[in-house]
C-alpha cells in the first residue's frame, strides 16, 4: 500500500470539507463570550479556537492517519517537525483577537505540506462565506471560481493592508506611494485578499508562523503572486519563527517596488 494515495484533488475536498466543519463549530462561539485563555506572549486562546481545532483533528487525522499534524493549539513539543512527507499544518482560528471582538476578518487555515512544501490550501471565512482554495497544480479559486492578483498599479498609490507597527515605520519617500488600508488581523485572510485582488499587497511582521500562511501562501502562488523575504527568498517551513523578518506578499510585477518599501522601513 502506497504511504500516501491521496491525489492532491482529494485532498483538496478534505481540507474545504474540514475547514467549512470546524468554521461552523467556531461560529457557535461567535459573539457569544467564549471563554479565553493566554498562551506565551499575551496570545489569546478560546475555547471555540480549541472546539474548531478538535474537529479538524478528527476530520483530517481520522481521513489520513499517516500524515504528520502541525496546529498552532497543540503543545510545543509535539508539533511534527519532520516534513519529509504530507503534514497537515492548521490553525483552526487565524485572528483570535478579531474573533473576540466580534469582527469578521477571521478565518480557519489548513494546508498540506509534502516534504516542507504547500501543495493543498484552503483559507475559510465563515462569517463572510469565503473559501478560498488552491492545489500545486490547480488554479486559486475563491468559492469555485478563479482568482487572481492585481495588475501592477503604475503610478497610482499601492492598496496596502498593514499591521500598525509596520505602517508607523514606512519611509517618508515611500508614503507617497501606498494607499494604507486598515489592517487586516488575520494574516491568512489579508493573504487571500492579496490573492484575489481586492488588496495590491501587504507587508508581514516578523516571526510569523508556519499555520497562518502555509494555506494562503500557496493559494497567492497559485494566483499569481509572490510570498517572499525582501531579498527574494521564500518561506521556509518547518524552521523557528525567529528565522523569518518582514515578509512581502503581491503581484510578481510588484514584488520589487513591495521589498523596496520593506527594506526601506524607517528605524
Given at each position: 500500500?502506497?504511504e500516501f494515495a491521496a491525489s492532491l484533488d482529494?485532498?483538496?475536498?478534505?481540507?474545504?470539507?474540514?475547514?467549512?466543519?470546524?468554521?461552523?463549530?467556531?461560529?457557535?462561539?461567535?459573539?457569544?463570550d467564549p471563554q479565553v485563555w493566554y498562551k506565551?506572549?499575551?496570545?489569546?486562546?478560546?475555547?471555540?479556537?480549541?472546539?474548531?481545532?478538535?474537529?479538524?483533528?478528527?476530520?483530517?487525522?481520522?481521513?489520513?492517519?499517516?500524515?504528520?499534524?502541525?496546529?498552532?493549539?497543540?503543545?510545543?513539543?509535539?508539533?511534527?517537525?519532520?516534513?519529509?512527507?504530507?503534514?497537515?499544518?492548521?490553525?483552526?482560528?487565524?485572528?483570535?483577537?478579531?474573533?473576540?471582538?466580534?469582527?469578521?476578518?477571521?478565518?480557519?487555515?489548513?494546508?498540506?505540506?509534502?516534504?516542507?512544501?504547500?501543495?493543498?490550501?484552503?483559507?475559510?471565512?465563515?462569517?463572510?462565506?469565503?473559501?478560498?482554495?488552491?492545489?500545486?497544480?490547480?488554479?486559486?479559486?475563491?468559492?469555485?471560481?478563479?482568482?487572481?492578483?492585481?495588475?501592477?498599479?503604475?503610478?497610482?498609490?499601492?492598496?496596502?493592508?498593514?499591521?500598525?507597527?509596520?505602517?508607523?515605520?514606512?519611509?517618508?519617500?515611500?508614503?507617497?506611494?501606498?494607499?494604507?488600508?486598515?489592517?487586516?488581523?488575520?494574516?491568512?485572510?489579508?493573504?487571500?485578499?492579496?490573492?484575489s485582488g481586492r488588496l495590491d499587497g501587504t507587508?508581514?511582521?516578523?516571526?510569523?508562523?508556519?499555520?497562518?500562511?502555509?494555506?494562503?501562501?500557496?493559494?497567492?502562488?497559485?494566483?499569481?503572486?509572490?510570498?517572499?523575504?525582501?531579498?527574494?527568498?521564500?518561506?521556509?517551513?518547518?524552521?523557528?519563527?525567529?528565522?523569518?523578518?518582514?515578509?512581502?506578499?503581491?503581484?510578481?510585477?510588484?514584488?520589487?517596488?513591495?521589498?523596496?518599501?520593506?527594506?526601506?522601513?524607517?528605524?
Open positions: 500500500m502506497k482529494d485532498d483538496l475536498v478534505l481540507l474545504r470539507d474540514a475547514a467549512r466543519r470546524a468554521g461552523e463549530i467556531a461560529l457557535g462561539y461567535f459573539r457569544k506565551h506572549g499575551n496570545s489569546p486562546v478560546s475555547e471555540a479556537d480549541y472546539a474548531a481545532d478538535r474537529c479538524l483533528k478528527e476530520i483530517l487525522g481520522g481521513a489520513r492517519p499517516g500524515y504528520g499534524w502541525v496546529s498552532e493549539e497543540m503543545p510545543a513539543e509535539e508539533r511534527e517537525a519532520e516534513l519529509r512527507h504530507r503534514v497537515f499544518v492548521v490553525d483552526p482560528i487565524d485572528g483570535t483577537r478579531a474573533f473576540l471582538r466580534g469582527e469578521e476578518f477571521w478565518c480557519v487555515s489548513v494546508a498540506v505540506l509534502e516534504r516542507g512544501v504547500p501543495v493543498a490550501g484552503v483559507v475559510y471565512v465563515p462569517s463572510r462565506g469565503e473559501t478560498f482554495e488552491a492545489t500545486a497544480t490547480g488554479p486559486a479559486l475563491l468559492n469555485g471560481k478563479p482568482c487572481s492578483v492585481s495588475g501592477a498599479p503604475g503610478n497610482t498609490p499601492i492598496r496596502l493592508s498593514l499591521p500598525d507597527s509596520i505602517l508607523r515605520r514606512i519611509a517618508a519617500a515611500d508614503r507617497s506611494v501606498v494607499d494604507a488600508l486598515p489592517v487586516i488581523p488575520s494574516l491568512a485572510y489579508r493573504l487571500a485578499l492579496v490573492a507587508l508581514i511582521r516578523p516571526r510569523a508562523n508556519d499555520w497562518d500562511v502555509a494555506a494562503a501562501d500557496l493559494i497567492l502562488e497559485r494566483a499569481g503572486g509572490l510570498f517572499e523575504d525582501v531579498d527574494g527568498r521564500r518561506w521556509r517551513y518547518g524552521e523557528d519563527p525567529s528565522v523569518h523578518g518582514v515578509m512581502v506578499a503581491g503581484a510578481l510585477g510588484l514584488s520589487p517596488r513591495l521589498r523596496d518599501i520593506a527594506r526601506n522601513l524607517a528605524a
